[in-house]
C-alpha cells in the first residue's frame, strides 16, 4: 500500500509584513514550484514587483531555500498543526530585483 503524501499549508510573508495565502501543497511540491505560485498571485499594487521567479527568495527558518528542494525537506520539525493532519509553515518572501551589468 503506498504511503500517502503529506498535505502542508504555507502562508507566505511579503517584504511589507502582508500575507498571501495559506495555499496548500503536497510535501513532494518543490521551491521553484512555489515560487511560480507567488508570482502568478502577487498581489496588484505592490510597489516592488518581480519580474521573475529568479527575482523571489524563499525564506523559512531563516535559511533561504534553493529551488530544487521539496517542502518536505526544507520543513521544520516544529511546524504547526492546522487540525486533520495538516502542517501550516510561513515561509517569507524577498524580492532582489536582477542588477543589471554596467557598461
Keep these: 500500500m503506498p504511503e500517502e503524501e ?34 502568478s498571485d502577487w498581489p496588484k499594487g505592490k510597489t516592488l514587483v518581480p519580474k521573475g521567479i529568479n527575482e523571489v527568495k524563499l525564506i523559512s527558518s531563516g ?18 498543526v492546522a487540525g486533520g493532519g495538516v502542517t501550516l509553515m510561513l515561509m517569507h518572501v524577498v524580492v532582489q530585483p536582477c542588477l543589471s551589468k554596467a557598461k
Design 6 to 39: 503529506e498535505s502542508i499549508d504555507i502562508k507566505f510573508r511579503l517584504y511589507d509584513g502582508s500575507d498571501m495565502g495559506p495555499f496548500r501543497y503536497s510535501s513532494a511540491s518543490t521551491i521553484d514550484c512555489l515560487k511560480q505560485r507567488v508570482l
Design 63 to 80: 535559511k533561504i531555500l534553493e529551488n530544487n528542494k521539496t517542502v518536505a525537506q526544507c520543513k521544520t520539525p516544529f511546524g504547526e
